[in-house]
């Protein structure tokens, strides 16, 4: 597989098929997708279409491109469908999203709101960070699949020390299976909150599988972040800034953050790219 998901960040602006991926993997086509949705929670074509908008974010945030450029360059023969693609996975319009990095535009995209008859559950439980690694801002969605993009259904941000676990809470989680999905970026261990020090990606260890919410009651799911890996699915959605907090205050009786809207001068993406996991780190202001 590690062949097939590094022929795909690497050739994601070429016209690749399954037929085309699989054979890095020495697969036939059938036995690769398989095996692949197995490992990643996604099928080849779902992951190459998410490298391909990971990669335009990267594009939109860093560049001076036109938007026209950035859809012909991460594969794209219609401006039109890049547009639409762009906009169902990140949750704003490439433009929208632009402004919003230049610091020039507000608001995040809000988690999907509930039908009228919708019937909802809770999750909850801990979430705890690697060794090695200092404190940690994570986001926390619960998503219909195994990629973080919008919508999310409910989504919560918390502090987590890097000595201890947190607790989290989502919300008005519609009852149903859903995918439970966390990224962060921690520096490692001892570096303070220097700027400078090295930022790396952090996942969730439940992306594969699915928790099950019940209506009227609680689901406890443990959520441990490990470092992101080339096959986790990049992330789509427009996230707040996770910039690693330097203290972490407990709350009375648990050291997660309530639900509910971030800090003030918390509400924009940030544009710097570790924040998404399957990405190389530069180093910070890149």
């Not at 490992?39 to 974010?57: N, Q, Y």
């Not at 979430?127 to 999310?152: D, E, I, K, S």
């Not at 989504?155 to 000595?163: E, K, R």
Request: hydrophobic letters at 40%; glycine letters at 10%.
């Amino acid at each position: 597989m590690e062949n097939a998901v590094a022929y795909m960040r690497e050739r994601f602006g070429d016209p690749l098929t399954v037929t085309d991926i699989a054979r890095k993997a020495w697969l036939s086509r059938f036995h690769f997708s398989r095996v692949f949705k197995e490992e990643t929670g996604v099928s080849p074509g779902r992951f190459l279409a998410a490298v391909r908008i990971h990669e335009a974010k990267r594009l939109i945030g860093g560049t001076s491109m036109t938007i026209a450029e950035i859809s012909a360059a991460v594969g794209y023969t219609s401006l039109g469908s890049f547009t639409h693609a762009f906009t169902a996975g990140v949750g704003l319009s490439p433009g929208r999203f632009r402004r919003l990095c230049r610091g020039e535009g507000q608001g995040l995209p809000p988690p999907r709101p509930a039908g009228p008859r919708s019937r909802h559950g809770s999750v909850a439980g801990t979430v705890r960070l690697p060794q090695g690694h200092g404190n940690a801002r994570v986001y926390l969605g619960a998503f219909a699949t195994a990629v973080v993009q919008y919508p999310a259904l409910a989504s919560a941000v918390v502090d987590v020390p890097c000595d201890r676990p947190s607790c989290y809470v989502l919300p008005e989680v519609p009852e149903g299976s859903w995918h439970l999905l966390a990224v962060a970026v921690a520096v490692a261990a001892g570096t303070g909150h220097d700027p400078q020090a090295v930022r790396s990606a952090l996942v969730g260890d439940r992306g594969t599988t699915a928790v099950t919410v019940t209506a009227g009651a609680v689901t406890s799911a443990a959520v441990r972040l490990r470092l992101a890996h080339p096959a986790d699915p990049p992330v789509l959605l427009a996230l707040p800034e996770l910039e690693p907090p330097a203290t972490v205050v407990p709350h009375p009786g648990c050291a997660a953050a309530p639900p509910g809207p971030l800090p003030a001068g918390r509400d924009r993406p940030a544009p710097r790219l570790w924040l998404l996991p399957g990405a190389s780190a530069p180093s910070p202001g890149a």
